[in-house]
């Protein structure tokens, strides 16, 4: 699990644009979990329920991401399978009226469902309006379960997801297996995802979220090497000879590396390859957990491998 406190270091620096996150908790499906075959034959099967119920109505659902945010479908679907007649309006077009509609028919729907208890919820008038598609997922496979349990979806539809919680002290972030239909366990590749290493499951996140990381962790290395008239700017190429991770591992750990043992201007990548390959020994040396890093990597500018380490020495070192 990435550590909240990495974005604590974030501080009087350029701000991110995490408004519409601050106070909350956002679910954000991870991007390869949008490619699952699983997931799609879910939501054909979803949008094909929804065009086969409404078709007397004469209403075509296309894409359950953006027909289902004004209330419209959710409306007809409730009255022709609870025969529910509400008193809203049957076309809402402004974002208002639209949120009003649907508050009166999830409240509705949620007596419908069983589901009082708002904790155990995984959907909401906010979300549904902003087309949250995972929000919006858990509420149709509801209403299938509820109205027509006879309705085959396909099973063992699992998907991950981020868990991003903002607040003024900084930002936590989880990745977490969602079940939206239960089914035939799979714990070898549920296991598989669970050990994944945090660095990488956090690659997978948008570009912005990632560059938040990177941000932290650059103003935390210019913490400790700005001693030595040292400054990172790009962390992406400036590790990649070594020099400032030795250095960087020195102020840290309390180590004297002598000059002779490294290059201090190397120009050539047999010359990075030993600085790297000796700052990665010394971390193993004093315990360092370094899964899946190869000095090359590092010298070859690979963000994943370059990421691990620094991650590494901050979470030892956050507090110091």
Not at 77 to 96: C, Q
Not at 117 to 123: A, E, G, H, T, V
Not at 144 to 164: G, M, T, Y
Not at 288 to 302: A, E, R, Y
């Amino acid at each position: 699990m990435m550590e909240e406190n990495v974005f604590n270091y974030q501080k009087e620096e350029e701000p991110v644009e995490l408004e519409s996150f601050q106070g909350e908790k956002r679910k954000l499906i991870q991007p390869t979990s949008l490619k699952d075959p699983k997931l799609e034959k879910l939501k054909e099967a979803l949008v094909d329920w929804i065009n086969k119920t409404l078709k007397p109505e004469h209403i075509v659902v296309q894409t359950l991401e953006e027909d289902m945010y004004d209330g419209l479908v959710l409306h007809h679907l409730l009255s022709r399978l609870a025969d529910v007649h509400l008193n809203v309006e049957e076309m809402a077009l402004t974002s208002t009226a639209q949120i009003r509609k649907l508050e009166i028919i999830m409240e509705e729907l949620d007596k419908r469902l069983g589901t009082q208890d708002s904790s155990q919820i995984k959907w909401n008038v906010k979300l549904i309006h902003n087309k949250d598609l995972l929000a919006t997922l858990h509420l149709l496979v509801a209403m299938v379960r509820c109205f027509q349990p006879e309705l085959d979806l396909p099973p063992d539809v699992k998907i991950e997801v981020v868990v991003v919680e903002v607040s003024k002290s900084g930002i936590k972030s989880d990745v977490q297996v969602e079940i939206l239909t239960e089914g035939s366990s799979d714990t070898d590749s549920l296991s598989n995802t669970e050990r994944e290493d945090p660095i990488e499951q956090l690659l997978k996140l948008e570009a912005h979220k990632v560059n938040t990381v990177k941000k932290a962790l650059v103003h935390f290395v210019n913490q400790h090497i700005s001693s030595l008239g040292l400054q990172v700017i790009d962390m992406d190429k400036q590790f990649a000879d070594g020099v400032i991770l030795l250095l960087l591992i020195g102020q840290l750990e309390g180590f004297f590396i002598p000059l002779f043992d490294f290059n201090l201007t190397p120009v050539s990548d047999s010359e990075m390859l030993h600085n790297v390959t000796l700052a990665l020994d010394l971390l193993k040396d004093t315990g360092f957990q370094l899964s899946n890093v190869d000095p090359q990597d590092i010298v070859s500018l690979d963000t994943t491998a370059t990421f691990k380490v620094l991650y590494a020495l901050f979470n030892k070192h956050k507090g110091k």
